[in-house]
């Protein structure tokens, strides 16, 4: 995946957002205060800055993993196939669909930033299926569609340039959930969109790189300079019994092999709870329990009062 010239040319320097000139290899700030050098590895732009981020240049050019294991051996990809997964989500496939619905009446071509895209997520080839859109796929890894490198808490691009921000299965990663969405929503256009997609009852996933959970009002006032277009439970309260369950097992051991070893086990007892969720996703009750939220939205320049926030409760207790 490589960026084409256009996209190139409105590439900023992550940290002062100057204007940046291409070499055969690297991207220099035009700034005389900054004059920041970021390389070009494989056709990826590295635009981390590294006062901000937990991520250092290196890391890339020394082509070290670092959120995702792309190394998986074979036994591992055939047990991930056989093994049925304890993960479930009912509503990306719609709220995709709905959210390309929107964009597309709204212009010809829309610029899409996914953050936290080097693999698609569940239900994203509704957009990688319309010729129309122009996805930049971005992340701090290296993987099959990664075209930009960049930590999402110094975008770098100018104000106003996207119509569209996508953050799925990414805030809770970020040491500064509030600085992301602060970030997309100063590079999405005027009424731009956002869709993302956070889990609240889910065990660490990542590893140490997993910072974040949000209950539905907090992941609402995540997103207080936005007006809501749609939200909810993405994945409901099933899944997250099996991913309790699962790692209430895995808790016994120290060992991260025979955790692994585990792993079919655990799926294999607890993966039918999921199937709940089809029952009880759109009821009161899943809004205190789920294991994951989505919300979308369209930027505004009114934020949500907190008194507001308070009102839009709707679970059950």
Not at 41 to 68: A, C, G, R
Not at 169 to 177: F, G
Not at 245 to 252: E, K, L, R
Request: hydrophobic residues 40%.
């Amino acid at each position: 995946m490589i960026l084409n010239k256009e996209i190139i040319k409105e590439l900023r320097c992550p940290k002062c957002l100057d204007q940046l000139v291409k070499a055969e290899n690297s991207l220099s700030c035009k700034n005389s205060n900054c004059l920041k050098i970021y390389p070009i590895v494989n056709n990826i732009p590295i635009l981390i800055n590294e006062e901000q981020s937990v991520f250092l240049t290196e890391d890339f050019l020394d082509n070290k993993e670092t959120t995702f294991n792309l190394s998986k051996n074979t036994l591992e990809k055939i047990a991930k196939k056989i093994v049925p997964s304890i993960s479930n989500n009912i509503k990306a496939k719609t709220n995709y669909k709905k959210l390309l619905k929107l964009l597309l009446s709204r212009t010809s071509n829309p610029k899409v930033l996914v953050v936290g895209g080097s693999i698609p997520g569940e239900g994203f080839e509704q957009l990688l299926s319309e010729p129309k859109l122009i996805l930049i796929e971005s992340d701090v890894s290296f993987g099959p569609r990664t075209q930009i490198v960049f930590d999402a808490h110094n975008i770098p691009f100018s104000n106003e340039f996207f119509d569209c921000v996508i953050l799925q299965a990414v805030l809770e990663h970020v040491v500064d959930p509030y600085l992301c969405v602060k970030e997309s929503h100063r590079v999405l256009k005027k009424d731009g969109l956002v869709y993302a997609e956070t889990p609240f009852m889910q065990q660490v996933h990542m590893g140490r790189y997993d910072f974040q959970r949000f209950t539905h009002l907090g992941h609402r006032r995540l997103f207080r300079d936005f007006n809501e277009i749609e939200s909810g439970a993405v994945c409901g309260s099933g899944m997250a019994l099996a991913w309790a369950y699962s790692y209430f097992i895995f808790s016994f051991f120290s060992s991260k092999r025979v955790r692994k070893l585990l792993i079919p086990f655990t799926r294999i007892t607890s993966f039918f709870w999921k199937y709940f969720d089809y029952i009880h996703i759109n009821k009161p009750g899943t809004l205190d329990a789920a294991s994951g939220y989505f919300f979308m939205g369209k930027k505004s320049e009114i934020p949500l009062e907190d008194r507001d926030l308070i009102k839009l409760y709707k679970g059950l207790l």
